[in-house]
């Protein structure tokens, strides 16, 4: 797996930018280990077909890889993972244009909805009491923000999967970026 894959073309950048592929490939980042379309859409109650589709037009862009095969009651099942560890989005065409959302700023702003629909769900079925939610501005020189950017991943990435049959499942999600007051 690679460390980062970055997105340039417009094209590319609108494939991922679809809120159901953007689903998928946060499943199969979350499902930790390679999956067939059927163990996924299984995963996700979708219908395999749908979860194909999108399937097929990740792996167009390269952000999903074949893993391996197995051939299972005489099929060739096909186990898929993600690419790389980051996907970074570089949308040079619309930093040209002004007044126009970028694809990047649509990508994000399904990212952050898909979040927040997940999160206020989740709240709704454990209680108020069973998050928290921070939003909050804070005074990094550039050694913290890196330092504070790299616990948080480290930390995400060390406790997807867990031994501990006591630990239970949380959902999280994180985000900071250079602002003003």
Do not use: W
């Not at 340039?8 to 159901?20: G, H, L, R, T, Y």
């Not at 002004?98 to 209680?127: C, P």
């Not at 923000?145 to 031994?163: G, H, L, M, V």
């Amino acid at each position: 797996m690679k460390n980062i894959i970055t997105l340039k073309d417009s094209k590319e950048i609108k494939i991922i930018s679809n809120p159901i592929r953007m689903k998928v490939l946060k499943n199969y980042y979350t499902y930790g280990q390679p999956a067939t379309v059927k163990q996924m859409a299984l995963h996700m109650h979708e219908v395999p077909a749908n979860i194909h589709y999108h399937v097929k037009k990740l792996l167009e862009i390269n952000v999903l890889e074949l893993h391996h095969t197995e051939t299972v009651n005489g099929i060739l099942a096909k186990f898929y993972t993600p690419a790389a560890k980051t996907i970074r989005i570089e949308d040079q065409e619309a930093a040209n244009e002004t007044g126009v959302i970028s694809e990047r700023e649509l990508m994000l702003s399904n990212l952050f909805d898909d979040a927040k629909n997940d999160f206020v769900y989740q709240l709704g079925k454990h209680g108020e009491d069973d998050g928290v939610m921070i939003s909050t501005h804070l005074k990094l020189n550039n050694e913290e923000y890196e330092a504070f950017k790299d616990y948080i991943a480290t930390f995400a990435k060390d406790r997807k999967i867990s031994d501990d049959t006591s630990a239970k499942d949380y959902l999280f999600f994180c985000g900071i970026v250079e602002g003003e007051n």
